[in-house]
């Protein structure tokens, strides 16, 4: 040992260490790890802790084993009307089985999301394409989402994965669809409001022309009073004259020839061409004869 010389010593620690730190790998509980010997896969069941491997001969690869998101951008799908819908959603996913996801990806989580992305995409396009829009953006969003789940299992199984939960965040129509349904919906609304006004006019109407009439049948009914009275009140009157010219012809006739030299010689401009010795001037001529 007194022989060994510092650097042989240093040069053994070194190596010591190496061999060390190659026989021991830790797996953290939020990784996934496989195994390889001499580059070919040998195992992929590694539960979280320290593990041993053979140094220099075994190499160890690990995944992110934490749950992933596909954040997909918005994709276009036919609906059963041949019509388009704009459609954002999201994957949430993670690696299952770390053996079949690097057969099937090289370990690579781009190439994971792309194909995930194709697969979901295919997926949504055949259940957008055997629904109408309004059967889409209805309540029928949820069985959309389970349908898509139950039916991707198996491709998304061989890729490695687990599908933990597909949400669609937005169904909108294209900008032209919109523009054309809002003007439909605003027709509607005109249209159900001239509706609305032709009820209101012909009710108004109707109102008018009720009252009007109840108006009328109210002034008739008060002429018709009205001229009752005056009939009875004239009768009255003439009754009272016919008394009163019983009682006294003679001064009755006088008092009504005062009335109508009264109302014949009002004006003072008055021009009357009679003969003076007509019944009209009995009175001027000396009384009634």
Do not use: C
Not at 169 to 180: F, G, M, T, W, Y
């Amino acid at each position: 040992m007194k022989n060994i010389s510092p650097m042989t010593l240093a040069v053994a620690v070194v190596v010591a260490l190496l061999v060390v730190s190659n026989t021991f790998f830790i797996v953290d509980q939020r990784e996934r790890a496989i195994l390889f010997q001499v580059g070919e896969l040998k195992d992929a069941q590694f539960s979280p802790g320290l593990h041993i491997k053979i140094p220099f001969f075994h190499t160890v690869r690990k995944f992110d084993g934490r749950l992933l998101t596909l954040d997909n951008q918005t994709e276009n799908f036919l609906t059963v009307e041949k019509k388009n819908v704009e459609v954002d959603f999201f994957v949430k996913w993670r690696i299952a089985d770390p053996a079949t996801y690097y057969r099937a990806t090289g370990g690579q989580e781009l190439v994971a999301m792309d194909r995930l992305s194709a697969i979901i995409n295919r997926g949504l396009r055949d259940e957008f394409g055997s629904r109408t829009i309004q059967q889409a953006v209805s309540d029928e969003r949820d069985v959309i989402m389970q349908e898509l789940e139950r039916k991707v299992v198996k491709n998304v199984a061989e890729l490695g994965i687990e599908i933990v939960d597909v949400r669609i965040k937005s169904i909108n129509l294209p900008q032209a669809v919109s523009e054309s349904v809002y003007d439909r919906m605003r027709a509607e609304r005109a249209r159900v409001a001239a509706d609305l006004r032709a009820r209101g006019a012909e009710e108004a109407e109707r109102i008018r022309a009720d009252a009007d009439r109840q108006a009328q049948v109210i002034l008739a009914n008060a002429y018709k009073t009205a001229e009752q009275l005056r009939g009875e009140g004239d009768a009255k009157a003439a009754e009272i004259y016919a008394k009163a010219y019983g009682q006294d012809p003679e001064f009755y006739s006088f008092y009504r020839s005062l009335n109508v030299y009264r109302n014949s010689f009002g004006g003072g401009q008055d021009l009357l061409v009679v003969q003076p010795q007509g019944p009209f001037f009995q009175y001027f001529n000396g009384g009634a004869k």
